[in-house]
């Protein structure tokens, strides 16, 4: 049962790591440029979910899932927030830059990002635990266990890999990214705004 166990983790966590490469993928695959502070919006994520969390139950005492649910919205608004305003200022006046001084520059906004998260909450590791997901937990027998956290992460990431999926194929913005991927140029002189696809493409990622 052991391997089964690791099985289940794995995939848990694999698709955890495939959403994060999804968004890196199509940064790269429309903006054309290796955007290596990726991870570190995905940190401050964590630690907006984290503080915000901490912060209602100690001053609000409200119930653990509501909690959650509103830490996780503000965290989407914030990483979406901060992945077009990286775009705005760093990205944007590199348009037509070699691909070097976009790397430099995606370099510099990463170490950037980790050095004032740094500064700001300091480097103890921490952890979220959501206890009301384990009533979810399904106990297959003494060895066998599935974490209710395990099951909602895998639902969780199937669905919204699926919704990507059917707005990047069936829907106007996800045909203008599709055709900015293709040629930048020509997908210009055919009237997409360019610079607001890879801007919601940030934002999206």
């Known amino acids: 049962m052991s391997f089964l166990t690791t099985l289940i983790n794995g995939i848990s966590l694999g698709s955890m790591y495939a959403l994060i490469a999804l968004g890196y993928t199509m940064v790269y695959g429309i903006a054309k440029m290796l955007n ?4 570190d919006v995905i940190m401050i994520g964590g630690i907006t979910t984290l503080t915000i ?10 119930p653990e899932v509501a909690c959650a ?3 996780m919205l503000a965290a989407v608004i914030v990483c979406t927030v901060l992945g077009v305003t990286i775009e705005k200022v ?9 691909s070097l ?20 909450f300091g480097s103890t ?29 895998v639902i969780t990431m ?7 999926v059917l707005f990047i194929n069936f829907t106007k913005a996800g045909t203008a990214m ?21 801007a919601l493409t940030f934002a999206i990622g």
């Open 53 to 62: 969390m901490q912060s209602l139950q100690s001053a609000f005492n409200l």
């Open 158 to 164: 199937t669905v919204i890999m699926i919704a990507l």
């Open 69 to 71: 649910i509103i830490s």
């Open 90 to 98: 760093a990205y944007k006046p590199l348009r037509q830059a070699s």
């Open 101 to 120: 001084a976009v790397l430099i520059t995606a370099i510099g906004v990463s170490y950037f990002l980790q050095n004032a998260a740094l500064l700001t």
């Open 125 to 153: 590791k921490e952890m979220i635990t959501f206890k009301f997901l384990d009533k979810l937990t399904i106990r297959v027998n003494d060895q066998l266990t599935i974490q209710g956290s395990t099951i909602v992460n």
């Open 36 to 39: 290596f502070a990726h991870g």
């Open 178 to 198: 599709r055709a900015v991927s293709e040629d930048n140029g020509a997908a210009q002189l055919m009237g997409i705004n360019v610079n607001g696809t890879i």
